[in-house]
């Protein structure tokens, strides 16, 4: 068996044929250096991969091959779909067209799917869960092409037999349930930020909110003006819309004191939270701690800063934001005592911290509706209120076997 690589195979230079050897014998792929017989390398590597013990079938073009399907759903959704969604259809359907992008679409079947996904999973980079996101996107993909008559309805048909990963296959591996932050850590965290990234992070706390909602939160989307007493934020696209309707979150005192600041003087298509006003907060910060005097040459060199674009970006993104957190984090830790060191954190556990209050204060049914879950299911696997409740009962608990008065 030959090594699996992205190469060209040998040269036979009495033939000029480009050939690989499989179980003694040689697979010619055509003319060497010319595209078909490229193609065809690829095809024979993938047909190594799906059975390694039966010989390879090279050959058999048709009109419409995988990489060219791929294409087709990529161009036909990118303006149809959310950045997320399109990315991860994109890394998809990569693995996709490197192992049989050069094959008709209609000699796909589940077995080469399998092959696919067994691609995914000796990658090491994704866990089970996305794998099986892939694998059913790669299912949607060539669904798509049969609505477009560009493959074989029994082809996609086929594909539906191929069950998700379960739990504990061999190669797979599963994330750690996401644990809620304590505001404890949380509260370590606050002093180490300039005031923007603290705002962020307290309202993303209160609210319950995703990372996205709060750093791509607009003046516009806030609604101060219903003379109830209450703010409300409005996002502009939210992820469950279309299982729970659009969803508001009302703000209280607390919320609107945190995000009336970043409001003032703003156009309703400007973003609340920057990084650019963050920054700016930071230098403030750093200048006002200064035990030296600043010279000549750095104050031109500020003035000759200031006067040019800015180069942080106007919004915040899921890696700026996480990174803003970590930057507070290590700061902190250089200065706090061992046994005040902040553990790591990031924005996504602020989400759960609020499901667990929530919950536990409240109700579940609440937690539910202030998070915008499809269904209650979900809420529970954000929160571990449930077993906080579990543990005070057996703390109470009493064994009625053992009334000494029976």
Known sequence: MPKLKNGMPKNCRDRNQAFSWHNGKRIYHGVWGSSEAEKSY??????????PVAPPQVGGDTDVLVSELASAFLDNHESRMSNADYLNFKYALGYLVEVYGELAVNEFSPKKLKAVRSRMVKAGTFCRNTINKYTKYLKHVFAWGVAEELVNATVEHGLRVVKALREGEEGTFDHKEREPVPDDVIRRTLPFMPPTLRAMVLLQRLLGLRPNEI??????????????????YVPGSYKTARFVGKIVFPMGKPEQKLIAPYLAGKKPEQVIFSPRTAMAERNAERRANRKTKITPSQEARDKERAAKPSYYSEFYNRDSYRQAIEHAITKGNKVLPEDQKIPHWYPYLLRNSAATDIESEIGLDEAQAQLGHKTANMTRRYSKAQLKIREKLARERQNPFENPSE
Not at 42 to 51: D, G, N, P
Not at 223 to 232: C, P, Q, S
């Open 215 to 232: 750093f791509k939160m607009r003046v516009g989307d806030i609604d101060t003006k219903r003379g109830n007493g209450l703010w409300y």
């Open 42 to 51: 690829k095809r024979f590597l993938a047909a190594l991969i799906e059975s």
